[in-house]
């Protein structure tokens, strides 16, 4: 069974950054696809990252891109996420999730659908 840690999540004032965290059980080159996601109360949940084995590319939702990056570090098996510029409207619960078979398809609603492993969530909140 695979497992996920996301961890890092906080509380940060508009316009700050931060950095989440993701532990896997697993070899990360492993997964075709993998990823991180967001809910906020009352939504939909949704991507923000995803990155693809199959061509090497990450893909970001335009609400997220130029502000948002995802990185990989393979030995250590773990995920990051960098949010910078942050804006009240990014406060959600963050998770990472990953997929054994599927590949990113650049709509980060779909993309929900095709991650088979979860991890728990990370809180983030931004507010002043």
């Known amino acids: 069974q695979l497992h996920f840690v996301e961890s890092g999540g906080g509380l940060v004032q508009p316009g700050g950054s931060l950095r989440l965290s993701c532990a896997a059980s697993?070899?990360?080159?492993?997964?075709?696809?993998i990823g991180w996601f967001r809910q906020a109360p009352g939504k939909e949940r949704e991507g923000v990252s995803c990155?693809?084995?199959?061509?090497?590319?990450?893909y970001y939702p335009d609400s997220v891109k130029g502000r948002f990056t995802m990185a990989r570090d393979i030995p250590k098996n773990t995920v990051y996420l960098q949010m910078n510029s942050l804006k009240p409207e990014d406060t959600a619960v963050y998770y990472c999730?990953?997929?054994?078979?599927?590949?990113?398809?650049?709509?980060?609603?779909?993309?929900?659908?095709?991650?088979?492993?979860w991890g728990k969530g990370t809180l983030l909140t931004v507010s002043s």
């Open positions: 999730a990953a997929s054994l078979e599927y590949t990113c398809s650049g709509n980060g609603f779909s993309d929900v659908y095709g991650m088979d492993y």
């Open positions: 990155f693809s084995s199959t061509d090497g590319s990450t």
């Open positions: 697993g070899f990360i080159l492993d997964y075709s696809a």
